[in-house]
């Protein structure tokens, strides 16, 4: 049986490498068998992964930039998403919400920072739930209706929002994008 060797690099350029053995090796002197597609690889634990890694880099990047030292999304009125899938946005904040709540510079982060059991409890708490309704929730209902659209997923998410806080939302009031 063959193994993948998987890496950020072969997401992106869709290079296969695959360890010979007996059925492999007629094909290759190599140590690898290498093969290459033209059509992107899809993995979704791991576009998940990069996903969150990327909104945690960016979310700390904008708050350093800014020089913002207290919690940047109790500014925010919501949190609109690029999503991917409906309830992406309150899976993969469940991190930077605990790296806010625990007061962690960004260069106290890394890619394993919460285990997987950590921030699974974190988002079954009633306060990580609560934040979801009042930030989160409504963002996500239309997305959650349509399905996967990915380019207009951002507007798909906001445009509820509008709607259903229409009698709260006041001028003033920021927005967080996240894409």
């Known amino acids: 049986m063959c193994c993948i060797i998987f890496s950020e690099v072969h997401f992106f350029k869709p290079r296969r490498q695959y360890a010979v053995n ?22 979704g634990q791991f576009s998940n992964q990069c996903y969150q890694y990327r909104i945690r880099e960016a979310y700390f990047h904008y708050k350093k930039k800014a020089s913002i030292n207290e919690t940047l999304h109790e500014r925010w009125s919501s949190l609109i998403f690029h999503l991917p899938y409906a309830s992406h946005g309150k899976r993969i904040f469940t991190e930077i919400y605990q790296l ?36 989160i929730k409504s ?41």
């Open 22 to 43: 007996e059925a492999t090796q007629k094909y290759t002197t190599d140590k690898f068998l290498q093969v290459y597609r033209e059509e992107p690889v899809f993995d």
């Open 100 to 135: 806010e709540k625990d007061k962690r510079l960004p260069e106290e982060t890394s890619d394993e920072f919460y285990d997987f059991d950590t921030l699974k409890v974190l988002a079954g708490s009633d306060e990580y739930r609560e934040f979801v309704n009042n930030k």
């Open 139 to 179: 963002t996500q209902l239309v997305s959650g209706q349509i399905g996967n659209m990915y380019a207009a997923s951002i507007f798909m998410s906001l445009i509820p929002e509008l709607f259903y806080k229409k009698d709260y939302l006041k001028s003033g009031d920021i927005f967080g994008f996240i894409a």
